[in-house]
């Protein structure tokens, strides 16, 4: 997939939780990002958000803000995290699973939006591919439950050959 077809989604999905409000409203949706590595390492990838954020109507500074933290280290997150939530954003995007895990253990309730999870169902930051349920959402690169299904529809048309 396209880095800006892909990023258009992942803004989507970022926007979701208040998308009718937003646009009927005055109130600006704060979004929540953490990252980590040196903010200059995202510079693609943050430009392509804003991108697909203003394709849906949301433009930072009118009517949306973006709090980024950028972690140094791993061990730099959980206090990231909790400043997001302190914040109390709309919704956090946590690119990977790296990121899910300190964000998870910091709140229950704000919507947590991945866009590259290496196994979400086997971390358990979601319920099913199908179902996340909880506050966990997002794109999974490793797709073991589709495999999985793949292999079934396979093996049950070879029976009917």
């Not at 999905?13 to 979004?31: G, L, N």
């Not at 690169?141 to 299904?149: G, I, Y």
Request: with cysteine.
């Amino acid at each position: 997939m396209k880095r800006r077809s892909f990023m258009t989604s992942l803004a989507a999905a970022v926007a979701w939780p208040d998308i009718s409000r937003a646009r009927s409203t005055a109130k600006i949706s704060t979004i929540g990002f953490l990252g980590l590595a040196p903010a200059s390492a995202w510079s693609s990838e943050i430009e392509a958000l804003r991108a697909g954020l203003r394709d849906l109507g949301y433009v930072e500074g009118q009517n949306t803000a973006i709090e980024f933290r950028w972690a140094s280290s791993v061990g730099d997150m959980p206090a990231l995290a909790r400043e997001l939530v302190e914040l109390n954003v709309d919704v956090i995007v946590a690119p990977a699973s790296t990121q899910v895990a300190p964000v998870r253990r910091a709140t229950s309730s704000i919507p947590i939006i991945f866009a590259q999870h290496a196994d979400p169902v086997g971390t358990g930051d979601v319920a099913s591919l199908a179902h996340p349920g909880g506050n966990v959402t997002g794109v999974s690169m490793v797709l073991t439950e589709l495999a999985a299904k793949g292999l079934e529809i396979l093996k049950e048309r070879c029976r009917q050959l």
